[in-house]
Nanobody, 122 residues
Framework: HVQLVESGGGSVQAGGSLRLSCAAS????????MAWFRQGPGEERGKIAN???????TYADSVKGRFTISKDNAGNTLYLQMNSLNPEDTATYYC?????????????????WGQGTQVTVS
């Protein structure tokens, strides 16, 4: 069983920064994707960034240039550095983990999820 626990959420003023962390109890995959999703008020949950075991990253247009996803070498801890925050970034942020087939990029389906951490920008 894999547990993911997010931390680092909170309230911040527009223009500020936050760093989210996600600790995995273990990572059973040699090739994998780790991602951050978010769900704002009245919105569906959507992926904003992912990183694979090779360190390759992709970002949603809404956060590109402001957010940076990173991980530790073991794939047990995931980070999201969020800069230049604005009220539209207010959401519950979730981390997720999924195996990755060699030769494939990260997709939309994830097996393991954290419980979420709230980010409020005013």
């Amino acid at each position: 069983h894999v547990q993911l626990v997010e931390s680092g959420g909170g309230s911040v003023q527009a223009g500020g920064s936050l760093r989210l962390s996600c600790a995995a109890s273990r990572n059973p995959y040699r090739t994998y994707c780790m991602a951050w999703f978010r769900q704002g008020p009245g919105e569906e949950r959507g992926k904003i960034a992912n990183i694979d075991d090779l360190g390759r990253t992709t970002y949603a247009d809404s956060v590109k240039g402001r957010f940076t996803i990173s991980k530790d070498n073991a794939g047990n801890t995931l980070y999201l550095q969020m800069n230049s925050l604005n009220p539209e970034d207010t959401a519950t942020y979730y981390c997720a983990l999924q195996s990755r087939q060699r030769g494939w990029s990260c997709g939309a389906y994830y097996t393991y999820w954290g419980q979420g951490t709230q980010v409020t920008v005013s």
